[in-house]
């Protein structure tokens, strides 16, 4: 059964400052996505990776894949306060079947 | 290009009742995931249709079940509400294999059962 596992589960951090999501998940996959949700809201796609070594970014978010090491992180460059926001990992192990980390419950403070 | 729709939005239910949930995917998805998400558990998959076929399905009880109708659109149903069912459900499509295979989701029914 495949696992994914995200830590920290809780981020409070300053505006300015750096941070990194990690997601490690337990079986072969080579697609992995990061989503974000905002409170009562639905998940708004943030990035798809597909390959190993894969790297994306937008804006202040870095997203990069290590399918060896079954590995993705979410880096946060200078947050800033409208980043915040619970932020999900998912791996794609069968066709439209996405298996989602516990999510990372990032508050970014003045 | 419209997004995916959920109706309703919001419900609330009594223990006991049925519930129809609906989702309308995004123009020319053939692929309809459905998803629970709830405080303790967060988020889980419940089953995945594709023409009008289920091809997965997730660790939920037999009271969770689905159909697709020939437009793509999806139903899912949950029988003899229990209070744990309290939950936001999510449906998401996607094309149905390939590289552009992202699931696109839904603004969610919030479900309350009292």
Known sequence: ELKVEQNPLFLSMQEGKNYTIYCNYSTTSDRLYWYRQDPGKSLESLFVLLSNGAVKQEGRLMASLDTKARLSTLHITAAVHDLSATYFCAVDHTASKLTFGTGTRLQVTL | ?114
């Open chain 2, 1 to 114: 290009k419209a997004g995916v729709t959920q109706t309703p939005r919001y419900l609330i239910k009594t223990r006991g009742q049925q519930v129809t949930l609906s989702c309308s995917p995004i123009s020319g998805h053939r692929s309809v995931s459905w998803y629970q998400q709830t405080p303790g558990q967060g988020l889980q998959f419940l089953f995945e249709y594709f023409s009008e076929t289920q091809r997965n399905k997730g660790n939920f009880p037999g009271r969770f079940s689905g159909r697709q109708f020939s437009n793509s659109r999806s139903e899912m149903n949950v029988s003899t509400l229990e209070l744990g069912d309290s939950a936001l459900y999510l449906c998401a499509s996607s094309l149905p294999t390939g590289v552009d295979s992202e699931q696109y989701f839904g603004p969610g029914t919030r479900l309350t059962v009292t």
